[in-house]
């Protein structure tokens, strides 16, 4: 009635309430025309929410610009961003009052800043500042909080972060790599690395690795007290594909015949297999005598072999030089990797040893047995002749 009462003055009666609020709002209203102005504004920003509320409900905000948004009476917003805001309101199922679309633009701005905020991060390779509150403040975006610093390199790694898509992308590919190198360190602590597939190793970021060593490194996973971080874990792998590539020269010298690139480098890099730098030479020859080494255990066996021989060789040597042969028995003859001799001849062995100043090689101590072979033939022959009267 107080409204209807004023001569001239056109307003929607169903809009009386807002007109109330809008009318206390007001310091001071001067004349009707102001006072026009003012419910022409109400209704006007009545219209406007209704068509947001609409676009909510019809998940079609593409009506809904910048001129719709600045009728709304209060609403603060960022023209730069009203796409977002078309987003933003078609994603909505409703939108109840003023509150709640001021709330829902106040959180389309703040995850615009945030995003500008990764993105800076990305192009300057530091992301230091991009913190739980920030990736939280990013709307549509999920993410582990317990992940942050992951996160923080990931995104300081990457040159340009162009949108939420790709943000997601990323940080989906963190939380699946801290996964992965959970399975990786879970398989270390109880010693079991059959659940490292080739998938597990893939997901871990900046990991490099050959899907077909894949057995190969589950052993040495599993042979390993503790993985802190990506780092000693491609430590590992590249140890292992170091060891694999160094094992096949190895066979490749066997199957040739010529082991002269085999070198301590080379030895070195097979995993598990200890030998002596010193014994080189002697490798190179004892790996080039063999059609064939089948695998490491069998490359330790052979090794294991020619540094056995060199100390027995070196045994021989001793007692020559020192004119006493009594320790030389028949498994110190036997390690002696090439040489035969007769054990029943072992004592004349010792005394022909004994008798000797020196002895160079595998190749005098040969021929030293040898000629006490021959000789114990000989004087057999001679006895026999005796024994027989007939010489």
Do not use: C, W
Not at 141 to 152: F, G, P
């Amino acid at each position: 009635p107080t409204l209807s009462a004023i001569r001239g003055l056109t307003y929607n009666s169903a809009n009386i309430i807002d007109y109330q609020d809008a009318i206390a709002a007001e310091t001071t209203i001067s004349d009707i025309t102001a006072l026009q102005a003012l419910l022409d504004n109400v209704d006007a920003s009545v219209s406007a929410f209704v068509a947001v509320q609409m676009a909510a409900t019809s998940s079609n905000a593409l009506n809904i610009d910048e001129p719709t948004l600045s009728a709304i009476r209060s609403l603060i917003h960022n023209s730069a961003n009203v796409t977002d805001y078309q987003d933003a309101i078609a994603s909505e199922s409703t939108i109840t009052d003023l509150s709640a679309l001021q709330g829902l633009i106040d959180s389309v701005d703040a995850s615009i800043t945030a995003f500008a905020k990764v993105q800076a991060a990305a192009t300057n390779s530091n992301a230091l500042n991009i913190d739980a509150p920030t990736l939280s403040a990013i709307r549509g975006l999920t993410h582990n909080s317990t992940n942050m610093i992951d996160y923080q390199d990931a995104i300081a790694a990457e040159s340009a972060i162009t949108d939420l898509t790709a943000l997601q992308g990323l940080i989906d590919s963190v939380d699946a790599s801290v996964t992965a190198f959970a399975v990786v360190q879970n398989a270390v602590a109880i010693s079991n690395a059959s659940n490292v597939l080739t998938a597990t190793l893939q997901d871990i970021r900046s990991l490099t690795f050959n899907q077909a060593a894949l057995n190969d490194y589950q052993q040495a996973i599993e042979g390993e007290a503790s993985i802190t971080n990506v780092t000693a874990l491609q430590n590992l792998i590249d140890s292992v594909d170091a060891s694999i590539i160094a094992f096949i020269a190895v066979q490749t010298a066997a199957t040739s015949s010529n082991a002269l690139n085999i070198d301590a480098p080379t030895l070195s890099a097979i995993r598990g297999l200890t030998h002596n730098n010193a014994n080189i030479s002697d490798y190179q020859g004892a790996i080039a005598s063999e059609s064939t080494i089948a695998d490491v255990t069998a490359l330790q066996a052979l090794i294991g072999s020619v540094d056995a021989s060199i100390n027995a060789v070196a045994e021989v040597q001793a007692a020559a030089v020192s004119n006493d042969a009594n320790s030389i028995d028949s498994a110190v003859l036997l390690s002696i990797r090439g040489l035969s001799y007769n054990a029943n001849n072992l004592l004349a062995y010792r005394n022909a040893i004994a008798d000797e100043t020196a002895i160079a090689d595998v190749a005098m101590l040969q021929e030293l047995i040898d000629s006490v072979d021959g000789s114990i033939v000989s004087f057999a022959t001679v006895q026999t002749a005796a024994t027989t009267s007939n010489a």
